[in-house]
């Protein structure tokens, strides 16, 4: 598995022959996610998504692709409590398939499901939900898995071209959020675009009217409503009372498909 997964630390393709007698017990807390401090979103997750997080567009090679910010340092992710609980209401699909992932082959076309033995739900004593019946056959829970990445991934390819629509209109600029904390210790946290309310308002009526049509246009507004949440960015960070001294930081990149570093 690519080493981009950076949740995933032992993802291999389930089988019945490896994981006949495996089961996933739930409710076993967001730990897993403790050192991302962003995490890819798809576009039908705005309207949830924009309620409790800042939403921001990153940099995935020639790609940009929405994401939202989980803290503003390295290795920190503000948003998984002491007890591994999340803070917030809605928590992201990206976070939410774990321990599952696909795995795409050469061909870019085909996928096998993948589980991180990692997982500290994971076991062979019957714990939580089987992965294969008495027969070998893989269970309904599984099938409901499955679902669940095809419908991921094909709302992350119609997210795609969502931002493909941003770049070519051009309305994306670079962008930097200043913390203030106690004492005066000041921090940043560079390297990602939000869309430019200039640019938006110069666009011509027929462009506009086609970005409504679409429902782009009610994502682009959310995009830029969420942007308040990155209050809620700073008051975490004052609470988790971090040890290191100010500077600029870079969220850690996520998978090839999916994911893209805030960096500095």
């Not at 931002?163 to 210790?185: D, H, V």
Request: a negative charge; hydrophobic letters at 40%; glycine letters at 6%.
């Amino acid at each position: 598995m690519s080493t981009q997964l950076l949740i995933y630390e032992t993802a291999v393709p389930v089988s019945s022959a490896r994981h006949r007698k495996c089961a996933i017990e739930p409710g076993k807390g967001y730990g897993f996610a403790r050192k991302i401090n962003s995490v890819p979103l798809t576009a039908v997750e705005f309207p949830l998504a924009a309620a409790e997080y800042a939403i921001v567009f990153a940099q995935n090679g020639e790609d940009v692709v929405p994401v939202a910010i989980l803290g503003a340092r390295a290795g920190e992710n503000l948003y998984v409590k002491d007890d591994d609980s999340w803070s917030a209401r809605y928590v992201p699909a990206f976070v939410r398939r774990y321990p599952f992932v696909f795995s795409a082959k050469d061909d870019g076309k085909s996928f096998t499901l993948c589980v991180d033995e990692a997982f500290q739900g994971l076991n062979y004593q019957g714990r939580g939900q089987p992965l294969f019946d008495e027969q070998g056959k893989q269970t309904a829970y599984v099938d409901n898995v499955v679902r669940f990445l095809q419908e991921f991934r094909s709302q992350f390819m119609r997210t795609q071209a969502f931002c493909r629509k941003l770049a070519e209109l051009e309305l994306l600029e670079p962008m930097q959020a200043q913390f203030t904390l106690g004492g005066g210790q000041k921090m940043s946290l560079t390297g990602f675009h939000v869309i430019d309310r200039k640019k938006l308002k110069a666009l011509p009526a027929e462009t506009l009217s086609q970005l409504a049509g679409t429902d782009e246009l009610e994502l682009i507004y959310l995009h830029l409503q969420s942007m308040r949440n990155f209050v809620s960015v700073k008051d975490k960070l004052v609470l988790a009372q971090p040890e290191a001294g100010p500077g600029d930081t870079a969220p850690a990149a996520e998978e090839r498909e999916a994911a893209a570093a805030v960096a500095h």
